[in-house]
């Protein structure tokens, strides 16, 4: 069983940055960030896979980035230029395999999510 724990969303203002972080407790191979808000479909936003390939929504392109640190098992998102359409809640997924899927079905282990509220 994978563990997945996020943390670092909260408020921000139109314009202002976070940093998302998700502790892991096993890297499976390909590790993303995804959003959903109410009545809306899960969305991926950021893959990363273990051989280093990224991918991203058109939506965050140029203003997400997702990275790793793994001495400290830690998934990040840091995301700058946040505009009021970005509020929603952040999860963390872990999947099997190489590959930027963006399918939720295609990832095993969520995290509980955290919450991002972009004011304008």
């Known amino acids: 069983q994978v563990q997945l724990v996020e943390s670092g969303g909260g408020s921000v203002q139109a314009g202002g940055s976070l940093r998302l972080a998700c502790i892991y407790s096993y890297n499976t191979g390909r590790m993303a960030w995804f959003r959903q808000g109410p009545g809306k479909e899960r969305e991926g936003v950021a893959i990363?896979?273990?051989?280093?390939?990224?991918s991203y929504a058109d939506s965050v392109k140029g203003r997400f980035t997702i990275s790793e640190d793994m001495v400290k098992h830690t998934l990040y998102l840091q995301m700058n230029s946040l505009k009021p359409e970005d509020t929603d809640m952040y999860y963390c997924a872990a999947g099997y395999g190489l590959g930027t899927s963006t399918l939720p079905s295609t990832y095993r282990y969520w995290g509980q999510g955290t919450q991002v509220t972009v004011s304008s």
């Open positions: 990363l896979d273990s051989a280093g390939t990224t």
